[in-house]
């Protein structure tokens, strides 16, 4: 199956936050926790030289990162054929209902308020996947 | 919007004031263990104290901007990690720094330092974390 076709369960998570510390957090929540295989990126230019190898089912996007930010980071990875399905969901604090409208229109599928559980954060993940692929 | 972390029902609060999510912490050692814990512990607690640190110094040199994007980001990694007053604090700063009260940030700074080291010193008590390492 290609990078482009939609798949059926979640598995690969790619996460891109600049903060490396919460960076480890979410990898341990997500891996060890929600049996994940995860690849993380600490900027949006990493991640777009990354995302077409690992090819991710999901892709979660810090909002707010020095350089390309996480819009930018996604009008980027929207030009990329092979992943203009894989859904993004951003992860930020700056969650007001205009903000998150914002971020819908931008073409995330959700948004993850910060600060997170990291013990709820995999049922999270997987009850948005079940969203925007039910 | 997806529901954001939640403060646990059982937190721990110091003299002071300090409230740290206990159980959102207990419920992520349980699940990962001892070992990945307290070395998830180490990275959090002495990143912790080098950016509080860092923060001081941009309040004390009126550098706003840059401190309103550490403080931003420390309120997402504190509040994660149950780190409730910590985290509070951050986002006071962030908006202190946004607004008209910059001059606010310098006592909010301070308060930011005290909470911090009371918080380490609460989690690596409650854990019984190896403080040395």
Same mark, same amino acid.
């Given at each position: 199956m290609s990078p482009s076709e939609p798949t059926l369960s979640? *598995?690969?998570?790619?996460?891109?936050?600049?903060?490396? !510390?919460?960076?480890? $957090?979410?990898?341990? *929540? $997500?891996?060890?926790? =929600? =049996?994940? !295989?995860?690849? !993380?990126?600490a900027s949006g230019p990493e991640a777009l030289a990354e995302v077409e190898a690992f090819a991710p089912d999901l892709i979660l996007l810090d909002v707010m990162m020095p350089g390309l930010d996480g819009p930018g980071t996604l009008r980027a990875l929207?030009?990329?054929? +092979? $992943?203009? *399905? %894989?859904?993004?969901?951003?992860?930020? +604090?700056?969650?007001? =209902?205009?903000? %998150? +409208?914002?971020y819908r229109e931008l073409g995330a599928v959700d948004v993850i308020g910060k600060p997170y559980d990291p013990v709820k954060l995999p049922d999270l993940v997987r009850a948005i996947w079940r969203r925007c692929r039910g | 919007m997806a529901e954001p972390g939640e403060t646990g029902a059982e937190t721990a609060t110091e003299p002071g004031g300090?409230?740290?999510?206990? /159980?959102?912490?207990?419920g992520l050692r349980r699940l990962i263990g001892d070992a990945e814990f307290q070395r998830l512990a180490?990275?959090?607690l002495g990143d912790l104290s080098v950016r509080v640190v860092a923060m001081g110094r941009l309040g004390v040199a009126g550098d706003y901007a840059p401190l309103a994007r550490e403080a931003h980001s420390l309120?997402?990694?504190?509040?994660?990690?149950g780190l409730a007053t910590v /985290?509070?604090?951050?986002?006071?700063?962030? /908006?202190?720094? /946004?607004?008209?009260g910059s001059a606010e940030t310098l006592p909010m700074l301070a308060a930011l330092s005290t909470a911090m080291a009371a918080s380490v010193a609460l989690v690596t008590e409650h854990f019984g974390l190896d403080s040395s390492t």
């Open positions: 979640l *598995s690969r998570l790619l996460y891109v936050d600049d903060d490396p !510390t919460l960076t480890l $957090l979410t990898r341990i *929540s $997500l891996e060890r926790v =929600g =049996g994940f !295989t995860v690849k !993380t990126c929207r030009k990329i054929p +092979a $992943l203009d *399905s %894989v859904p993004v969901v951003f992860m930020t +604090a700056m969650v007001t =209902g205009d903000e %998150v +409208a914002r | 300090v409230v740290l999510d206990i /159980a959102r912490l207990d180490d990275r959090f309120h997402g990694t504190a509040g994660s990690y /985290a509070a604090l951050a986002a006071r700063i962030e /908006a202190a720094c /946004a607004g008209a």
